[in-house]
């Protein structure tokens, strides 16, 4: 199976500090990997970098087009770049007011996406936009209603069917349950994990939430100071750490 994605050599520093420090990956279709560190470990800077938020001083990232063409993603007009996070890509922000347009309604947010991609008969949208309303367990009747007048966790959820309804084929998620309740937590990955499972997507998620790596992801990559120390199967790194600082990262938990 070919990568949908693949970086090799990515550095970047924020002055003398290494953001990233020779970092490569791959990511498959269909696999979910999950990017775990402590904060200023250099995940969510792989993380934009990784999706064209932001350029590597050395480095490439690539990604493989639905017709099996490789790109360069930094040497990617801006207009470009924009049209793939429009339709092959996602993206569900920590904070939903990132993602989500809050002076428009909820369905004028999914609604959006989809026109973006093509979409324009009115009535269609509307009942696909109440549909995902559905998926994402927001009762449709609140279809009219502004995002700003919602829960954080009913934003969060919002964001996330803004983001799948047009099925894009690779989405990255920056810590899409940090700031919310345990309880709402727990809710919010079982539904991320079913939706990931019924789309067939592909995901790159970062999280300093160990549990919720384990529960999302099938590869696990854990990173300190710029490097990626451990990488593999989810619960292989999981349940028997090599590198000192992933067994430090696990026993933290297992003290918690």
Do not use: C
């Amino acid at each position: 199976m070919s990568a949908l994605l693949e970086a090799e050599g990515l550095a970047l520093r924020f002055g003398a500090v290494p953001a990233l420090d020779g970092v490569a990956l791959e990511i498959f279709p269909g696999e979910v990997v999950a990017i775990v560190g402590e904060s200023g470990s250099g995940k969510t800077t792989l993380l934009r970098v990784l999706s064209g938020m932001m350029r590597p001083e050395a480095g490439e990232v690539r990604y493989r087009d639905p017709e099996g063409g490789f790109h360069v993603l930094h040497e990617m007009k801006e207009a470009a770049l924009r049209r793939l996070h429009r339709t092959d890509w996602g993206f569900v922000h920590q904070n939903p007011r990132d993602g989500l347009r809050m002076r428009v309604s909820a369905g004028g947010n999914i609604g959006e996406r989809l026109m973006a991609v093509g979409a324009r008969n009115y009535g269609s949208i509307r009942a696909e936009a109440a549909e995902w309303l559905r998926r994402v367990e927001i009762d449709p009747a609140r279809i009219d209603g502004m995002p700003a007048l919602f829960s954080g966790g009913m934003q969060q959820r919002l964001q996330i069917a803004r983001t799948l309804v047009t099925r894009p084929r690779l989405v990255f998620m920056d810590e899409p349950t940090g700031g919310l309740d345990v309880s709402v937590q727990a809710k919010l990955l079982d539904m991320v994990r079913a939706l990931v499972a019924d789309l067939g997507l592909s995901v790159v998620i970062v999280t300093h939430d160990i549990a919720a790596a384990r529960l999302l992801a099938h590869r696990l990559l854990v990173m300190r100071r710029g490097q990626v120390v451990e990488q593999g199967l989810t619960d292989r790194v999981l349940d028997d750490p090599q590198h000192e600082y992933t067994q430090l990262l696990v026993a933290s938990v297992l003290a918690a």
